[in-house]
Structures are given as C-alpha cells and as structure tokens.
C-alpha cells in the first residue's frame, strides 16, 4: 500500500498517468487492485498537497469566490475564481455521467498505451510550438472553459489530468509555468469532488473501514505529492517538458511489452 501511495503521490502530479503506472505496477508485482479505500486516501493526500502548496492562491481564490457572491466581479481574484469554477463543470458532468461506465469498459492496458502514447505526443507538440506569451492573470473563462474539457478528457486512463490540461494551456499560448500553476489550482476542486464521491460511496458501503490505511495513504500520497509539486514547477520553467512526453512514450511501450 504504501508502495502504491508513493506511486500515486508522484504520478499524480507529473503528466505522466498515474492510471498508467497504477495499471503497470500491481501488474508487473503480481498485485491485486488496491481498492476504493486507496482511492479515498491517496486523493485527499494529493488535495492537501495542492492546497498547501497554492495555498495564497486558494486564499485568493476564496476572497474572490466572496466577491463574486457580494456582486465584485471585475477584480483579478474574482475573474479567477469564476474561470476556475467554469473550468471545473466539464469534468464533474462528465465524471457524474461516464465515471461508472469508464471504470467498467476502458480500464484495460490497451486503452493506456493508446492514451498515454497519443497524449504525449501532445504534450511534447504543445511544448514545442505553444507561443509561451501570456501569464496565469490572462486566462479568461473562454480559456477556462476550453482547459477544462480537456480535464474531463482525463477521466479516460492514461491521460493524465496535469497533462492533459498544461497541454491545453500551452496550445492557447500560456507560459509553461502559468500553465502549470492553473493545471494545479483547477486540479483542486476536482480532487475534492472525486474524494468527498469516493468517501459517500464507502460510508454507504457500511463495509469495514482501517482508518489507519487511510491515514498512511494519505501522508504518504500528500508528502510525495508536494515534492512533486515543487520539483515540477522548477523543472518545467527550467528544462520543459519534452522529457516527461518521452517517458510516457517508454512507459506505453513497457506496458505494451509486458501486458498486451
């Protein structure tokens, strides 16, 4: 479990698939599926990770989600809220819609090789041609809106939810770091959706529940995942993101190797 946890807390982040390694690894090790507690416990780490790290662009977000509601809708932090709240229906229609079904008939290691091959391309084509010329205070609901399909794109394994969307920031000419950091903070509301649906189901289960599994998850996927966090914000302004394109290149063919 705690294997998994440190997999999830690094995969999580880095736009490499956690699904990919999530299906690689228990399979290489000869490992059963790490079930819905898991789940519960290594996103909440990875929730608290985001919102420690961001944690004066939450606050911001916050006061801005106040504004919006008192009727202030023209200063920055308002402008963001409402693009991170537009940026998040896309994804939480779909999950409410299609979770279930994805689960049951696109769980399977030829859909992640496709996925992680195909969207990596993207990854390395949207770094390499994106303009790089505007910042995070830039983004409007139109670019909010157009980032958060593509997050929704992430329900299909092998995606990879960051991936995905710093794609889509760089294609509409974000700079890597911007988009990074708007990835990060639209990834918050989804996580805590995806947690809080994840923890109803297990409650209503009514089934036992370790308390201290979820515990050890949780630090465990958190801690890994602020590193993570940390070190990718300074290797994506510094070197970009062509490296992590060519991994999940090598990982689409090792799991094509060793499953299909």
Known sequence: MVVLAIVQGLTEVLPISSSGHLVLV???????????????A?????????????RRDIAGLLRGALNVVKGQVDAPESRMAMAIALGTIPAAVAGLLLASWISDNLRHPGVVVTTLAGYGIVLA?????????????????????????AQALALVPGTSRSGVTIS???ILGFQR???????????APVILLATLYELTILLLDGGAVS??????????????????IEFFMRFVTTIGLLPFAIYRLI????IFILLL
């Open 26 to 40: 228990p399979s290489v090790l000869g490992w059963s599926d790490q079930g819905l507690v898991f789940d519960v």
């Open 42 to 54: 290594v996103h909440f780490g990875s929730l608290g990770a985001v919102f420690i790290y961001f």
């Open 125 to 149: 084509l949207a770094d390499r041609y994106g303009k790089r010329r505007r910042v995070i205070a830039d983004v409007s609901l139109k670019d909010a809106l157009v980032i958060g399909l």
């Open 168 to 170: 889509a920031g760089l």
């Open 177 to 187: 770091r911007d988009a990074a950091r708007f990835s990060f903070l639209l990834s």
């Open 211 to 228: 308390w201290s599994t979820l515990g050890v998850g949780a630090l465990v996927s958190g801690l890994v995942a602020y590193l993570s």
């Open 251 to 254: 990982l689409a063919t090792a």
